[in-house]
């Protein structure tokens, strides 16, 4: 095909890379102002797949058809031949390296390689969780500092719930300002308990707030998580919390009396893993990846009887051609982990299509789950109150792994190959 | 496309409104349609085209509007979890 008028890409030295293969809608598309095409390939309705090759002349690209066969099963030896081309020892490190960069997507190229490795480099050592956090962060295009590599790994292995943080920090704020109220200074004094009251007002808890007020929570939660709210914000802050946070560092470390000081390390432990939840999440929401699924996700801190348990969403989202995100009110999808005390984790799958919402909720055992599907109708009719319109509603026995997940990766088992050296 | 139809090439601003930036009828909208593609512009042709930006703007919304929608979808959901938990709990139900 030759492309008149458009300036050649620049190729890679070494173009052999493995790719994900994409869905159909998240196929690159490109206008070529003239085509000449070898065989009658191109049928209205039909899907068309080619292959690039080294152009033979300037201003020239070659393309060759696709089919089925060309490609294979996703296996480690791909991987491991892929390194050897680029001249990469085939270490375990190396593959396990490549493996998590194919499955976030990321070409395998010498020179991604050499950047990640680069990145990881920084680190005292590298788990696989690390591998995962810098792969993410460089197919999100946001820098791959150690601390960012840090706190999203730490993420992924250890998962931290906020609501258990904030309940654990509200513990021993009491157990301290009741110990040492007479030692502690009152500006110290003052930052804590305005932290647990900016915390406490983060909770969503029925029984006491009600369901306008647990949607303020939830709204201001976002807010705290990096999730751009615009103007609602009444009272708190974007940032509120962090730097609540970090104010409280400075008066715990400078300040600290040494009488006060297992209790201290108590809290700092119990805010220390705040500040990294909601630094974790404003990574995740900060993220918007090409080709892939991209979706706001936040942990909501809920008051469940005398229990700070933790709610998770996942809010999936579109792009426009501007790159401003957008959920159409008719047309949007959300997954909400609710946890409880009795019934266990309640996890909905809720599809908005053409304006009729359908959910899915999956149950830890068929007991519940029975329950729940007896239950829904009351549900349908709630919502139906607030102007939904109601399609399918069913609970089912989840699987144990089922459930929201933050920074899901495609399952390596389950991609293709396709070799595109030549 | 007929001498009496028109098409509209659109844009959505921030706010979810959306934005005419050229109209035209018979041929030159012909000519239009295809620049807007080009250009990655949404386009409207039809007959009906007022009421289909009607139906468009008032689809799609700003991120604030969404988030106001869905913190009270979520709170309705969170807070009848809540109440099944109750009730499993005391072995009652919504339906006796």
Same mark, same amino acid.
Request: proline share 5%.
């Given at each position: 095909?030759?492309?008149?008028?458009?300036?050649?890409?620049?190729?890679?030295?070494?173009?052999?890379?493995?790719?994900?293969?994409?869905?159909?809608?998240?196929?690159?598309?490109? +206008?070529?102002?003239?085509?000449? $095409?070898?065989?009658?390939?191109?049928?209205?309705?039909?899907?068309?797949?080619?292959?690039?090759?080294?152009?033979?002349?300037?201003?020239?690209?070659?393309?060759?058809?696709?089919?089925?066969?060309?490609?294979?099963?996703?296996?480690?030896?791909?991987? @491991?031949? @892929?390194?050897?081309?680029?001249?990469?020892? /085939? @270490? +375990?490190?190396? =593959?396990?390296?490549?493996?998590?960069?194919?499955?976030?997507?990321?070409?395998?190229?010498?020179?991604?390689?050499?950047?990640?490795? #680069?990145? !990881? /480099?920084?680190?005292?050592? =590298?788990?696989?969780?690390?591998?995962?956090?810098?792969?993410?962060?460089?197919?999100? /295009? !946001?820098?791959?500092?150690?601390?960012?590599?840090?706190?999203?790994?730490?993420?992924?292995?250890?998962?931290?719930?906020?609501?258990?943080?904030?309940?654990?920090?509200?513990? #021993?704020?009491?157990?301290?300002?009741?110990?040492?109220?007479?030692?502690?200074?009152?500006?110290?004094?003052? =930052?804590?308990?305005?932290?647990?009251?900016?915390?406490?007002?983060?909770?969503?808890?029925? +029984?006491?707030?009600?369901?306008?007020?647990?949607?303020?929570?939830?709204?201001?939660?976002?807010?705290?998580?990096?999730?751009?709210?615009?103007?609602?914000?009444?009272?708190?802050?974007?940032?509120?919390?962090?730097?609540? !946070?970090?104010?409280?560092?400075?008066?715990?470390?400078?300040?600290?009396?040494?009488?006060?000081?297992? $209790?201290?390390?108590?809290? #700092?432990?119990?805010?220390?893993?705040?500040?990294?939840?909601?630094?974790?999440? +404003?990574?995740?929401?900060?993220?918007?990846?090409?080709?892939?699924?991209?979706?706001?996700?936040?942990?909501?801190?809920?008051?469940?009887?005398?229990?700070?348990?933790?709610?998770?969403?996942?809010?999936?989202? @579109?792009?426009?051609?501007?790159?401003?995100?957008?959920?159409?009110?008719?047309?949007?999808?959300?997954?909400?982990?609710?946890?409880?005390?009795?019934?266990?984790?309640?996890?909905?799958?809720? =599809?908005?299509?053409?304006?009729?919402?359908?959910?899915?909720?999956?149950?830890?055992?068929?007991?519940?789950?029975?329950?729940?599907?007896?239950?829904?109708?009351?549900?349908?009719?709630?919502?139906?109150?607030?102007?939904?319109?109601?399609?399918?509603?069913?609970?089912?026995?989840?699987?144990?792994?089922?459930?929201?997940?933050?920074?899901?990766?495609?399952?390596?088992?389950?991609?293709?190959?396709?070799?595109?050296?030549? | 496309?007929?001498?009496?139809?028109?098409?509209?090439?659109?844009?959505?601003?921030?706010?979810?409104?959306?934005?005419?930036?050229?109209?035209?009828?018979?041929?030159?909208?012909?000519?239009?349609?295809?620049?807007?593609?080009?250009?990655?512009?949404?386009?409207?042709?039809?007959?009906?085209?007022?009421? &289909?930006?009607?139906?468009?703007?008032?689809?799609?919304?700003?991120? &604030?509007?969404?988030?106001?929608?869905?913190?009270?979808?979520?709170?309705?959901?969170?807070?009848?979890?809540?109440?099944?938990?109750?009730?499993?709990?005391?072995?009652?139900?919504?339906?006796?």
């Amino acid at each position: 095909m030759q492309m008149s008028g458009m300036p050649m890409p620049q190729m890679p030295q070494n173009f052999q890379q493995m790719t994900p293969r994409l869905p159909v809608n998240n196929m690159p598309s490109m +206008k070529l102002p003239q085509t000449r $095409l070898p065989m009658p390939m191109a049928l209205p309705g039909r899907t068309a797949m080619a292959q690039t090759a080294m152009p033979a002349e300037p201003r020239m690209m070659s393309m060759a058809a696709l089919r089925e066969q060309s490609f294979t099963p996703m296996k480690e030896e791909v991987l @491991t031949a @892929t390194l050897s081309s680029m001249k990469m020892p /085939a @270490t +375990k490190e190396n =593959v396990a390296l490549a493996k998590s960069m194919v499955q976030s997507g990321i070409p395998l190229t010498q020179e991604n390689v050499k950047d990640l490795k #680069e990145a !990881l /480099a920084k680190l005292p050592s =590298v788990k696989t969780s690390d591998m995962q956090a810098a792969t993410f962060l460089k197919s999100a /295009a !946001l820098a791959t500092t150690p601390q960012n590599i840090t706190t999203l790994s730490n993420f992924i292995t250890m998962n931290p719930q906020l609501g258990a943080c904030f309940f654990e920090f509200s513990k #021993e704020f009491r157990k301290l300002a009741d110990n040492r109220k007479g030692a502690i200074s009152s500006d110290k004094m003052a =930052v804590m308990s305005k932290t647990a009251s900016v915390m406490g007002n983060l909770v969503m808890d029925s +029984k006491t707030k009600g369901s306008a007020g647990n949607a303020k929570a939830f709204k201001d939660m976002a807010g705290q998580a990096g999730i751009e709210l615009p103007s609602f914000m009444m009272g708190s802050g974007d940032d509120e919390l962090t730097e609540l !946070l970090n104010e409280l560092r400075k008066v715990l470390y400078y300040q600290g009396d040494e009488d006060s000081q297992e $209790l201290y390390s108590k809290l #700092e432990k119990a805010f220390a893993q705040a500040e990294d939840v909601l630094m974790a999440q +404003k990574l995740i929401n900060k993220a918007r990846r090409e080709g892939q699924d991209n979706f706001y996700y936040l942990q909501i801190p809920v008051k469940i009887g005398n229990e700070e348990l933790t709610a998770e969403l996942k809010l999936y989202y @579109t792009t426009d051609y501007e790159g401003r995100r957008l959920v159409d009110r008719d047309n949007f999808e959300f997954e909400l982990l609710v946890p409880s005390n009795n019934i266990g984790d309640s996890y909905f799958h809720v =599809v908005m299509l053409n304006g009729i919402m359908s959910m899915d909720v999956g149950m830890d055992t068929p007991g519940v789950a029975d329950f729940m599907n007896r239950s829904l109708p009351v549900l349908v009719e709630r919502l139906s109150v607030l102007g939904y319109s109601s399609g399918e509603f069913s609970a089912y026995v989840r699987q144990d792994d089922e459930g929201v997940l933050p920074m899901d990766m495609q399952e390596f088992e389950s991609m293709e190959a396709l070799d595109l050296s030549y | 496309m007929g001498e009496d139809k028109k098409a509209f090439a659109v844009r959505q601003q921030p706010d979810g409104k959306m934005e005419v930036l050229a109209a035209a009828t018979g041929k030159a909208a012909e000519k239009l349609l295809e620049a807007a593609s080009d250009s990655g512009l949404e386009v409207l042709q039809d007959g009906n085209l007022a009421e &289909e930006m009607e139906r468009k703007a008032e689809r799609s919304v700003s991120p &604030e509007q969404v988030w106001d929608d869905l913190s009270v979808l979520v709170a309705e959901i969170e807070g009848f979890v809540e109440e099944l938990d109750d009730l499993w709990g005391s072995g009652g139900s919504f339906n006796k």
